[in-house]
C-alpha cells in the first residue's frame, strides 16, 4: 500500500475517534479503569516480593553450632550444610564476629565488665533458594550433628511468599477479565461508528476497496483509543502509587518500591495493551461487515 | 465483438427458496447500452448483484470481461469491482461530504495518489456538468443534480463498465432523459452501460438494445434477431394468468394495451401497417 493511501486511512480512523467522541471517551475512561487496576495489581504484586525478598535476605537463617565445637568441627558441619539441596549459601560467622557485631549494636558499655568473656556460640548463616521449603530444610538442618539450634523470621518470610502467590493468581485473573471487558467495550464503540458509517462502507466495497482499506480506519479507531487510555493510565498511575504508598509507609515502616524505577516498564507494557486491546475490537468489529455485500451492510 | 459480460444458464435460489433467475442467459458486448426492463420481483437486482459478484449463482457460469467470477477469489472481489461503476436508484451519497469529496472518495477508497484524485475529480464533475457545486452538500442539489454526483463517482475511477440501478427512479422525467443522455454520451467513449428501468417512456425513447426479465427468465431480447430493433411490448407471454393476482392482471392488460394503441400509432405514422402477435397476448391476459 501506498504511502498516501496509508495516511489517508489513518487521517479516516482519527476522524472516527473525533466524531464519535462520547463513546470514543467512554471507552477510554473503562480501559484506563481496567489498565490502573491491572497496573496497581502488578505493583502490590511487586512490593509484596520485594519485601519478601527483603525479608529473606536481611534476616538468613542463623544456624548455632553446639558450644565447645572445635574450628575444623564447625567446617564439616559447614560443608554438611552446603550439601543439603535447597541452601543457596552457608556463611560461617564465629562467635568472636558475633560478638563484635552485638558491641557495636548495643554499645561497648555494657560489655566492659565481661572481660573478654564470650557467650556466643559459633554460627553459620544460611540463606536457602525456595523459602517454601523452608520446613523440610530446617529439619535436615536439626539433624546434622554439631547443631545446636536454629532461628530465623521464617514465618514471616513464608506469610509474605503466600500472600505473594495469591496476589499473582489474583492479578492474573482480573488483569484476564479486565482485558475481555475493555475488549468488548472498545469493540462496541468501534461497532457504533461503523453502524454510523455503514453507508460509507458499503459504497467503499461497492467501488472496488479491498478489505484492508475498509477495515484500516476502524483498526486505527481501536489503536487511538487504546493509546490514549495507556498515556493516561499510566501518569494517573504514578500519583495514585505515589499518594498510596506515602499513607501506607507512614503507617507501617516497610521500604516501599519506588515507582520512578519501573515506570518506563508500566508504560511499556500499557501501550502495547492498549494497542493490542485496541486493534482487536476493531479488527473483531469490523469482520462482521466485511463478510456483508451490497445493502445487507445498510440492514435492508 | 469482445464479450464483457456473459451469463450462461445462471439460477440464482435464495435461501428463503425464491428462484430470482431461472436458467438465464444472457451476453453483452463491449460497449454496448442495454437497457434490463421487467416488473419488480422479476429478477433484475439480482441479476446486477450477480454482476457485482453481491451475489453467487446457485447454477451456471458468469463471466465478466473473459474471468469466471462464479470462481473468483474472495479478495479478487474488489479488483473486479473497479472494473464497474454503480449508480444507485436512491443517489447514496455521503451528505457530510461535498459533491467534490463524494466523488474523490471513490478514488480514496481504493487507494489513489491525492495528486490524481486533484486532477481527476474536476474533470469528471466538469463531465457531468457540476463544476460550480462542487462545494455544494448533495441535499442541497436537485434529484437530477443528485444523480449527475452519483454518476461522477461511477465514472472517476474509469470503470469499463456503468451499471445504473434505476437511475431515474427518484427524478422527475425531463431530469430522466438527461440522465440517459449523459449515459448515452459515456457509452459513445466506448463505456458498456446497463441501465435497470421500468420506465418505458425512456427505453422507447432511447434506440436501444433492450433485455426484459420475467420471473427469472430472459423472456425477450432485442438482440435475438441479430440486429438491434426499436423496443416494443414487453413479452408478457411467459405469464401464466391464473398465477396472477386478478389487479395485477387488470394493471398488466391495461399496460399492453396503452402500450398496444401507442405503437399502433406510431407505426401507422410511419405507414407501416402493424399487425403483430402481441394483440393476441393482451387477450390472453384479459381472458
Not at chain 1, 509484596?48 to 553450632?65: A, F, I, W
Not at chain 1, 471487558?181 to 467501488?207: C, D, G, P, Q
Not at chain 2, 457540476?130 to 452519483?150: C, F, I, M, T, Y
Request: charged share 25%; aromatic share 8%; with cysteine.
Amino acid at each position: 500500500m501506498r504511502i498516501s493511501g496509508f495516511s489517508y486511512l489513518i487521517k479516516e480512523g482519527l476522524k472516527n475517534v473525533w466524531n464519535n467522541r462520547i463513546m470514543s471517551i467512554a471507552s477510554v475512561c473503562v480501559l484506563i479503569s481496567c489498565l490502573i487496576l491491572t497496573g496497581s495489581a502488578v505493583l502490590f504484586s511487586m512490593n509484596v516480593s520485594q519485601l519478601v525478598e527483603s525479608v529473606s535476605d536481611s534476616n538468613e537463617t542463623t544456624v548455632y553450632l553446639e558450644n565447645g565445637l572445635s574450628k575444623v568441627e564447625a567446617v564439616y558441619v559447614g560443608r554438611d550444610l552446603k550439601k543439603i539441596k535447597n541452601i543457596a549459601d552457608a556463611q560461617y560467622f564465629p562467635k568472636e564476629e558475633a560478638f563484635e557485631e552485638f558491641k557495636g549494636r548495643l554499645g561497648e558499655e555494657l560489655f566492659e565488665n565481661m572481660k573478654g568473656d564470650n557467650p556466643l556460640p559459633d554460627a553459620y548463616k544460611v540463606t536457602m533458594t525456595d523459602l517454601s521449603k523452608y520446613n523440610e530444610t530446617v529439619d535436615k538442618i536439626k539433624a546434622l550433628d554439631g547443631v545446636q539450634k536454629i532461628s530465623s523470621r521464617k514465618e514471616l518470610a513464608q506469610r509474605l511468599s503466600s500472600i505473594n502467590s495469591l496476589v499473582q493468581t489474583l492479578s492474573f485473573w482480573i488483569v484476564l477479565a479486565l482485558g475481555i471487558i475493555s475488549l468488548f467495550i472498545i469493540s462496541n464503540t468501534i461497532r457504533a461508528t461503523m453502524y454510523s458509517r455503514r453507508f460509507e462502507i458499503s459504497i467503499m466495497k461497492s467501488v472496488g476497496a479491498t478489505d484492508a482499506f475498509v477495515r484500516i480506519p476502524f483498526v486505527v479507531e481501536g489503536v487511538t483509543i487504546g493509546l490514549i487510555a495507556s498515556v493516561i493510565s499510566t501518569v494517573a498511575l504514578v500519583f495514585l502509587y505515589d499518594g498510596i504508598m506515602s499513607i501506607v509507609s507512614s503507617l507501617i515502616h516497610i521500604e516501599v518500591m519506588p515507582i520512578m524505577s519501573v515506570i518506563w516498564y508500566v508504560a511499556l507494557i500499557f501501550v502495547l495493551a492498549g494497542v493490542v486491546i485496541g486493534a482487536l475490537s476493531g479488527f473483531i468489529s469490523i469482520r462482521k461487515y466485511l463478510k456483508k455485500e451490497g445493502n445487507e451492510i445498510l440492514g435492508w | 465483438m469482445e464479450k464483457i459480460i456473459e451469463f450462461k444458464n445462471v439460477s440464482k435460489t435464495y435461501d428463503s427458496g425464491t428462484h430470482a433467475l431461472n436458467n438465464a442467459s444472457i451476453s453483452i458486448e463491449k460497449g454496448e447500452f442495454v437497457f434490463i426492463v421487467g416488473a419488480s420481483g422479476a429478477g433484475k437486482s439480482t441479476f446486477l448483484k450477480l454482476i457485482m459478484h453481491e451475489e453467487t449463482p446457485s447454477r451456471g457460469t458468469i463471466l465478466v470481461n473473459g474471468v469466471n467470477v462464479t470462481k473468483i477469489k474472495r479478495r479478487k472481489v474488489p479488483y473486479l469491482r473497479r472494473n464497474m461503476g454503480i449508480v444507485f436508484q436512491d443517489f447514496r451519497l455521503i451528505d457530510k461530504m461535498t459533491v467534490y469529496d463524494n466523488v474523490a472518495f471513490a478514488m480514496r477508497a481504493i487507494g489513489a495518489r491525492p495528486s490524481a484524485v486533484k486532477k481527476r475529480v474536476p474533470y469528471i464533475l466538469d463531465l457531468v456538468g457540476l463544476s460550480d457545486k462542487a462545494k455544494n452538500r448533495p441535499s442541497e442539489l436537485s434529484g437530477g443534480e443528485q444523480q449527475r454526483v452519483s454518476l461522477a463517482r461511477a465514472l472517476v475511477n474509469n470503470p469499463s463498465i456503468i451499471i445504473a440501478d434505476e437511475p431515474t427512479g427518484n427524478i422527475d422525467p425531463e431530469m430522466s432523459f438527461e440522465i440517459i443522455e449523459l449515459l448515452s454520451k459515456i457509452n459513445d467513449q466506448g463505456t458498456t452501460i446497463l441501465v435497470v428501468t421500468h420506465e418505458h417512456d425512456l427505453v422507447r425513447h432511447f434506440n436501444k438494445r433492450v433485455v426484459v426479465i420475467e420471473k427469472g427468465r430472459v423472456v425477450s431480447d432485442t438482440n435475438d434477431d441479430g440486429e438491434s430493433v426499436p423496443y416494443q411490448l414487453t413479452d408478457y407471454s411467459d405469464i401464466d394468468s391464473s398465477d396472477v393476482p386478478p389487479q395485477t392482471a387488470e394493471k398488466i392488460s391495461r399496460q399492453v394495451a396503452q402500450e398496444f394503441s401507442e405503437i399502433v400509432a406510431e407505426n401507422s405514422e410511419e405507414g407501416q401497417p402493424y399487425g403483430g402477435s402481441n394483440a393476441e397476448v393482451s387477450s390472453d391476459i384479459e381472458g
